[in-house]
């Protein structure tokens, strides 16, 4: 999305101190795979105290995982979403996961509010910066607010909104 200041928000998201956290999750990614490797191999072998080392510490690699995801989703959210107003909510770079639950967080806060809106916008985009150019997030919004029963319609291919319960 290209912004007044003429900068792609997206682009600039790219490539800040976020994708240092997607970094971190990748290496994480790595050894939590192999700890898992080494455990099934010592558990093969019948060294159980040693696949209940690995195991543990692949565990230990998954919850490391998490939290640099976490840590990349807060930062996209508040780049993509600065300079927008509080009722749309700008859902590009985000893993299908935490774009569901940005969206989850934004209705129960907005339906809670004491001036609540009619509706919120949401950008899911199209799909372009996704692999093989396929919308992940959109049809999994899409997908959710039937879920939820959550009235909606497609204003464009990336701009959904959404009427509050």
Excluded: M, W
């Excluded at 072998?45 to 640099?68: M, N, P």
């Excluded at 893993?95 to 809670?112: G, N, Y």
């Excluded at 372009?128 to 291919?157: F, M, T």
């Excluded at 990336?158 to 509050?164: D, E, F, H, K, P």
């Amino acid at each position: 999305t290209e912004d007044p200041r003429g900068r792609d928000r997206y682009q600039a998201t790219e490539e800040s101190e976020y994708a240092d956290f997607r970094a971190e999750a990748a290496i994480h990614y790595q050894l939590r795979d192999e700890c898992f490797k080494k455990a099934a191999l010592a558990f093969s072998k019948k060294q159980g105290q040693l696949a209940q080392f690995y195991a543990s510490q692949g565990r230990i690699h998954s919850e490391k995982i998490k939290q640099a995801n976490d840590r990349a989703a807060a930062r996209i959210l508040e780049n993509t979403n600065t300079g927008h107003d509080k009722y749309s909510l700008d859902l590009h770079g985000l893993h299908v996961t935490e774009a569901l639950r940005a969206l989850s967080e934004r209705l129960t806060h907005q339906e809670s509010s004491k001036n609540r809106p009619r509706y919120i916008s949401v950008v899911t985009g199209r799909g372009n910066h996704s692999r093989g150019g396929k919308a992940k997030i959109k049809p999994a919004v899409l997908e959710y607010l039937r879920q939820h029963d959550y009235r909606h319609e497609q204003l464009h291919p990336g701009l959904v909104r959404v009427y509050l319960k």
